[in-house]
Nanobody, 122 residues
Framework: QVQLVESGGGLVQAGGSLRLSCAAS????????MGWYRQAPGKQRELVAA???????SYADSVKGRFTISRDNAKKTLYLQMNSLKPEDTAVYYC????????????????WGQGTQVTVSS
């Protein structure tokens, strides 16, 4: 199977920075789209940023200019550099990926990580 493991969350003051990582492991044939979602208490999960296998990126309006998504295809790792953090960025951040496994190369399955908490204090 496939596992996505996030790391890098924590507590930071407003204006600070954090870098999230998400490492994919398992019987992976290829990874297509990867992304970061977040969910704050009492709110719906929302897309923060996404990146294709070719490196094209997209961002939620609320994080444009502050967050940067990137990936290392050789390491099967996704990153999210978060700068100028605001208290409203506080949420659990989830990594997602569309993955073809060696056992099923005909189609992509969608996987989620377990989430990492980001807390921004004012």
């Amino acid at each position: 199977q496939v596992q996505l493991v996030e790391s890098g969350g924590g507590l930071v003051q407003a204006g600070g920075s954090l870098r999230l990582s998400c490492a994919a492991s398992g019987i992976i044939f290829s990874i297509n789209l990867m992304g970061w979602y977040r969910q704050a208490p009492g709110k719906q999960r929302e897309l923060v940023a996404a990146i294709t296998s070719g490196g094209s990126t997209s961002y939620a309006d609320s994080v444009k200019g502050r967050f940067t998504i990137s990936r290392d295809n050789a390491k099967k790792t996704l990153y999210l550099q978060m700068n100028s953090l605001k208290p409203e960025d506080t949420a659990v951040y989830y990594c997602t990926a569309e993955v073809k496994t060696i056992a099923a190369v005909a189609y992509y399955n969608h996987y989620w990580g377990q989430g990492t908490q980001v807390t921004v204090s004012s």
